[in-house]
């Protein structure tokens, strides 16, 4: 092995590790959510726009798009164990799992940056982008009834 390759794989090997930590300390989902078919991108009522588009959205979980109107957007990405996340990445992304690790991971040595903040499940979702400016995120549609100070950007059926 060279002595350059070393770094890229310890590199490339940490990432892999980052995304799939939390696994096991992570939270199962509610009882029927999983059957739950439409799923909301949501955000803070002070979000710099009110809606977005499918291709916006990408981009800001593909780390394209940093700044809506000079604030800095942070998306927020579910655990591995959570039913919704690979509805998103599939719908969203248009990528699998482990082609998401690998993007990231080819990302972060290329230009550096910062991956989307993990949470455990959709309540510390909606929690986080309640308190956080600049916050967005994904959860089941059926979890934000009612839910004060939250934002609807997009709504994704299944097509």
Do not use: C
Request: charged share 25%.
């Amino acid at each position: 092995m060279t002595r350059r390759a070393l770094p890229i794989l310890t590199l490339w090997i940490f990432f892999d590790l980052l995304f799939k930590a939390g696994l096991s300390a992570a939270e199962s989902p509610p009882m029927g959510q999983a059957t739950t078919q439409t799923i909301a991108v949501v955000a803070g009522t002070g979000f710099p726009k009110d809606r977005l588009t499918l291709d916006e959205l990408k981009a800001i979980y593909l780390g394209e798009i940093h700044l809506l109107k000079d604030l800095w957007i942070h998306p927020m990405d579910q655990r591995e164990n959570q039913p919704i996340r690979k509805k998103f990445l599939e719908r969203v992304v248009k990528m699998t799992r482990d082609r998401y690790i690998e993007y990231w991971n080819q990302r972060l040595f290329r230009y550096g940056g910062f991956t989307p903040l993990f949470k455990n499940n959709s309540r510390e979702v909606i929690e986080t982008v309640r308190e956080q400016e600049g916050t967005v995120g994904y959860v089941w549609l059926e979890e934000i009834r009612n839910e004060p100070g939250i934002k609807t950007l997009l709504i994704l059926d299944d097509p």
